[in-house]
């Protein structure tokens, strides 16, 4: 797990494989491709996504969910802390959506044109799962969070819609 008060994603960060165990990022990203190899007709959805747990510290936990359309899916998450506790609701879904920026900053053009090379444009979809949504508190966030995201070639999702962090990333942090 990470520490302190800077989450930077490279190369060689850390994730745990739901079946594989620990791999790099960069291995992350080779089974991200053999899983599209093995099955070409396939569409799917690479989605990511940040969830938070607060207590003396901060847990972070940012996932990567590779989602066949109709046909499984792997999943792999990071864990990170801050050194504290972050209190206030803006600041906390702030560093969350940072950290996912951060993930998504790794799927670089050239990543992201391996991806479209190995299956075409029209059968992948890149998802970016904010921890936001229309109902709660956390509705006021909405158009700044959203409005980050938009420059990238993620699409934006949010509640119910943002099951990366939503669901996935948030059964890892109250593991921790």
């Given at each position: 797990m990470s520490e302190g008060n800077t989450i930077l994603f490279d190369e060689n960060t850390v994730f745990r494989s739901l079946g594989k165990g620990e791999l790099s990022f960069k291995d992350v990203f080779n089974e991200i491709i053999n899983y599209i190899k093995d099955d070409k007709n396939s569409s799917y959805k690479i989605s990511i996504g940040t969830d938070s747990q607060v207590s003396s510290k901060t847990f972070f936990v940012t996932c990567i969910h590779v989602h066949r359309v109709g046909k499984g899916a792997i999943g792999f998450l990071h864990k990170s802390q801050l050194a504290r506790p972050i209190k206030n609701l803006r600041?906390?879904?702030?560093?969350?959506?940072?950290?996912?920026?951060?993930?998504?900053?790794?799927?670089?053009?050239?990543?992201?044109?391996?991806?479209?090379?190995?299956?075409?444009?029209?059968?992948?979809?890149?998802e970016f799962h904010i921890d936001i949504g229309k109902k709660g508190e956390t509705k006021v966030l909405i158009n700044e969070m959203v409005g980050m995201v938009k420059g990238l070639n993620f699409v934006p999702k949010i509640k119910p819609d943002s099951f990366c962090a939503s669901c996935f990333a948030d059964r890892y942090t109250k593991a921790i």
């Open positions: 600041e906390k879904i702030y560093m969350e959506t940072c950290i996912t920026l951060q993930l998504a900053y790794l799927f670089d053009e050239e990543r992201i044109s391996k991806i479209y090379r190995t299956l075409g444009k029209k059968g992948i979809t890149f």
